[in-house]
């Protein structure tokens, strides 16, 4: 079965620079999720969108946005980096619009960024 | 403010045994709670799902609980193997939004 896809898998930037996180959801899934985990950390919950509207917010920084498209894919733009933005960033995909089983996350495996 | 905490941070047991990870969550206004594992630098693998309204779910040799008045949920993991080493983490999504907040997860070593 398709699994939520994430590019790029591994990413290194210089500080100020600037990073794209893309995410391609499951097929027919409606709404996509983006985590931040730290090293040694449990991964904290940026932003969510669903058809294409941005759903909820969570501790993310006014430096990152992001926006989910009409194809449903969803980028995450990450401007001037600071060395503390080293993390894994995960992406979700569920399909809410079916009801309740469709509340389940389905992560793909994640985009480690590493800024120097 | 929700808050999860995973109890052991750590568990390493013989090959073949049962054990049990605990989650305990500080507001019982959740609707659901999700267990998953996750592999040393790799994804994350959701394993089970529990609605507020459901007591436990099982898939293969886990099975999840959940005691919402209290704030408790545990994963037991039956004739545990060397394949099940990994770190387990329990999140819950709020009833107000469609979040997950974790815990910080409990390693697993499961020796041969």
């Known amino acids: 079965a398709a699994g939520v896809i994430q590019s790029p898998r591994h990413l290194i930037k210089e500080k100020r620079e600037t990073a794209t996180l893309k995410c391609y959801p499951i097929p027919r899934h409606d709404t996509v999720y983006w985590y931040q985990q730290g090293p040694g950390q449990d991964p904290q919950f940026l932003i969510s969108f669903y058809e294409k509207m941005q759903s909820d917010k969570g501790s993310i920084p006014d430096r990152f946005s992001a926006q989910q498209f009409s194809d449903y894919h969803s980028e995450l733009n990450m401007s001037s980096l600071e060395l503390g933005d080293s993390a894994l960033y995960f992406c979700a995909s569920s399909f809410l619009a079916s009801g309740v089983r469709g509340d389940t996350q389905y992560f793909g495996p994640g985009t480690r960024l590493t800024v120097l | 403010k929700q808050e999860v905490t995973q109890i052991p941070a750590a568990l390493s047991v013989p090959e073949g045994e049962n054990l049990v990870l605990n989650c305990s969550f500080t507001d019982s206004a959740i609707y659901n709670l999700q267990w998953f594992r996750q592999d040393p630098g790799k994804g994350l693998t959701s394993l089970l799902l529990?609605?507020?309204s459901q007591r436990e779910q099982t898939s293969g040799r886990l099975n999840a609980s959940l005691d919402k008045s209290s704030g408790r949920s545990t994963l037991y993991i039956a004739a545990s193997q060397p394949g099940d080493s990994a770190t387990y983490l329990c999140?819950?999504?709020?009833?107000?939004?469609?979040?997950?907040?974790w815990g910080a997860g409990t390693k697993l070593i499961i020796k041969p």
């Open positions: 529990i609605q507020s």
């Open positions: 999140a819950v999504r709020p009833d107000s939004n469609y979040q997950l907040i």
